[in-house]
């Protein structure tokens, strides 16, 4: 019996070892996760609060109604806000149903087995993660095709964001599906609708929560993006309100870019009051998708 026991106790303390290194070296990792997580919500504070500070003076109604101007204490982003509004708007008519059809084909309807879906599946994922300016060299491109001389306008800032949501818009849409159980579509199936109606009336319907929230978290990317849009041309000096698709343009991230890059004090006050403005618009966007989906959102 003795002999029994006396083998089990090496075995014992080898396992009590691993689990101390186990237990400290997870301490370590989490000290360190801890730390890090500190270290960037301590910068981003920081920054935040000193833009505040060094923009609030100018936080005034003549940012939302003056025009660019070469003296700060007349200049104001109404074009850039206009522009963006614009432009983004444009972008949403492009890229949503566009990236929800595709979304939906691809969940709902394409073979799985099948690899061309597949690669096309990948493609997407790839296509997540390209840099921004990629896809305004692609817009630029596809306006040469299509003959457009002038592509510092409206539709070709709105293209240029609108391939660079798709790919996110089609990834958020099919998780939103996928979070749907498949016992609705069935019961759906069984009471004799069609795939297509089983789709629209029900899947569709019970997937809106997420797919409200990534399309706004996806705006909310193209909203701070200024890289396509100055491979584009995008003026940095408008003194004009867009009036179309064709229509030249500025927006905000283009217009703060130019004022602070200016040598006067007074310009980089003016950018430092867009930035705010920049960050409430996509503080809000946020606020919205959570709002919808804790408001929409279905326990199943």
Same mark, same amino acid.
């Given at each position: ?157 709105? !293209? #240029?964001? /609108?391939?660079? &949501? $798709?790919? %996110? ?6 998780? @939103? +599906?996928?979070? =749907?159980? *498949? ?86 006050? !003016? #950018?430092? /009051?867009?930035? &705010? $403005?920049? %960050? ?6 946020? @606020? +919205?998708?959570? =709002?919808? *989906? ?7």
């Amino acid at each position: 019996m003795s002999t029994h026991e006396g083998g089990h106790a090496p075995t014992t303390l080898r396992t009590d070892r691993r689990s101390r290194e186990h237990d400290a070296r997870s301490t370590v990792f989490l000290t360190l996760l801890w730390l890090s997580l500190l270290i960037a919500f301590a910068t981003l504070l920081t920054l935040l609060i000193s833009t505040f500070v060094a923009g609030a003076d100018r936080l005034d109604l003549r940012l939302f109604t003056e025009f660019p101007s070469s003296r700060p204490e007349d200049a104001g982003a109404r074009p850039a806000i206009l522009g963006s509004l614009w432009v983004i708007g444009t972008t949403a008519v492009l890229a949503i149903p566009l990236g929800i059809a595709a979304a939906v084909h691809l969940e709902e309807f394409a073979d799985r087995h099948s690899r061309l879906n597949r690669l096309i599946e990948l493609n997407i994922q790839n296509l997540s993660a390209i840099p921004s300016i990629i896809y305004g060299m692609l817009a630029v491109g596809l306006l040469s095709l299509l003959g457009v001389a002038n592509k510092n306008v409206v539709i070709g800032g709105a !293209l #240029a964001l /609108a391939l660079l &949501i $798709l790919p %996110v818009l089609i990834i958020s849409t099919r998780e @939103a +599906l996928r979070a =749907v159980p *498949r016992e609705l579509r069935q019961a759906s199936l069984a009471l004799g609708a069609s795939e297509l109606q089983t789709t629209w009336r029900i899947t569709l319907p019970a997937a809106v929560p997420g797919v409200a929230t990534g399309t706004i978290l996806a705006l909310s990317r193209a909203l701070g993006e200024a890289a396509p849009l100055l491979l584009l041309g995008a003026l940095v000096f408008v003194s004009f309100d867009p009036n179309g698709l064709l229509s030249g343009f500025t927006t905000m991230p283009i217009q703060i870019f130019s004022w602070t890059n200016s040598p006067k004090a007074g310009f980089h006050e !003016l #950018a430092a /009051a867009s930035s &705010i $403005l920049l %960050v409430g618009i996509l503080l809000g966007m946020n @606020a +919205l998708a959570i =709002v919808i *989906r804790n408001r929409y959102q279905r326990r199943w």
